[in-house]
């Protein structure tokens, strides 16, 4: 598997530089406050904080407890799909390598998403009208495809 | 059968072509898929292989390269995501009401799962 990882990766300088601190990194990746999907026991639930399931995440709350608007979640995706695009700037997807090499930014963001479609497929679970912008809809299907492409460049003839 | 966003899959593939996502057709020769069909099928590809880490060197904005850290996805993987990822978009159109939900919870277990597998192989490399 380590073979694969390395031929499905174009390494084009070895050189690097210092980034930001592991805590900054570890804020931006968790600046919510997960909540309960149903499966995890012990955890607060969104819509018990007063999430909306059709204007609000239900996957997470701000810290303070207060609901994250759906178009929020979405600007904030935008910007790590963004910087996601920068880090993989140097990765391809070769012909039959079999997998599809995505940055951790992106690789967050979907699983973001992913806990969110946990959430609202929970059994009998209610969502009134969606009242919300077509963003964070159209950034999950933009990363669906995405993903979609690279593994059609990345087949290996199954 | 008549299709709810209740209880069937929003972005399944119907039975055309070219695998585009199309309704259902009229005449009932295609019948809605239950949200919880194809967990199994689903199951057996995420666990068919692992996601791991990965780590390479990538330019920045201003041209310095630095270290990236990543994930790799099998394809069975991949393919899940996808369809996962489409079915969220499909239920976060605006003016869509689903509910109550009727599900046996098992794609809620699965989508969790997945994407666990996911931010444990993009964050393995941090502190």
């Given at each position: ?12 300088s070895s050189a690097s530089r210092s980034t930001p601190s592991a805590a900054d990194e570890r804020l931006a990746r968790q600046p919510h406050r997960r909540v309960a999907n149903g499966t995890v026991p012990g955890m ?115 | ?127």
């Amino acid at each position: 598997m380590f073979v694969v990882v390395i031929a499905a990766i174009r390494f084009r300088s070895s050189a690097s530089r210092s980034t930001p601190s592991a805590a900054d990194e570890r804020l931006a990746r968790q600046p919510h406050r997960r909540v309960a999907n149903g499966t995890v026991p012990g955890m607060v639930d969104a819509a018990s904080e007063g999430a909306d399931p059709a204007r609000h995440l239900l996957r997470a709350v701000h810290p303070d407890g207060s609901p994250i608007p759906l178009d929020d979640e979405a600007a904030r995706l935008q910007q790590a799909i963004a910087a996601a695009r920068t880090d993989e700037v140097g990765t391809d997807n070769d012909w039959r390598s079999g997998v599809v090499v995505i940055s951790s930014r992106r690789a967050r963001a979907i699983a973001d998403l992913l806990d969110e479609l946990a959430v609202r497929l929970r059994p009998g679970l209610t969502v009134g009208p969606i009242q919300a912008e077509r963003s964070l809809a159209e950034l999950a299907a933009s990363l669906s495809w995405h993903l979609h492409g690279q593994r059609s460049r990345s087949m290996d003839g199954e | 059968m008549t299709f709810t966003p209740a209880r069937h899959l929003m972005a399944q593939r119907w039975n055309q072509t070219f695998g585009l996502y199309g309704d259902e057709p009229e005449d009932g020769s295609d019948p809605p898929v239950p949200i919880d069909a194809h967990v199994p099928a689903w199951r057996a590809a995420i666990r068919s292989g692992p996601v791991n880490p990965s780590r390479w060197t990538s330019p920045d904005p201003a041209g310095e390269y630095r270290s990236v850290t990543g994930v790799v996805l099998p394809h069975a993987h991949v393919r899940v995501v996808c369809d996962l990822l489409h079915e969220l978009a499909k239920r976060l159109r605006p003016g869509l009401a689903v509910g109550p939900i009727e599900s046996d919870g098992s794609l809620n277990e699965l989508a969790t799962e997945l994407a666990g597998m996911i931010r444990a192989a993009a964050d393995a490399w941090e502190p």
